[in-house]
């Protein structure tokens, strides 16, 4: 699976929070699962450009 997401730019947004090695693994599969459904949403209404309204 490849990296979805920026661990500096989540420590950042997450400011002085800690943050658990294994959140970034679980944030990941998350992201992935929702650019899959989006995509979904996209194809079953005939368009391949995925939209906001897609998530």
Same mark, same amino acid.
């Given at each position: ?13 997450? @400011? ?13 599969? @998350?992201?992935?699962?929702?650019? @899959?459904?989006?995509? #979904? #949403?996209?194809?079953?209404?005939? #368009?391949?450009?995925?939209?906001? #309204? @897609?998530?």
């Amino acid at each position: 699976m490849a990296d979805l997401i920026v661990k500096s730019a989540v420590k950042e947004q997450l @400011d002085e929070m800690n943050v658990a090695a294994d959140f970034y693994d679980a944030l990941d599969e @998350d992201v992935a699962e929702l650019l @899959d459904d989006a995509a #979904r #949403r996209a194809e079953a209404n005939d #368009r391949k450009t995925v939209q906001p #309204r @897609d998530l």
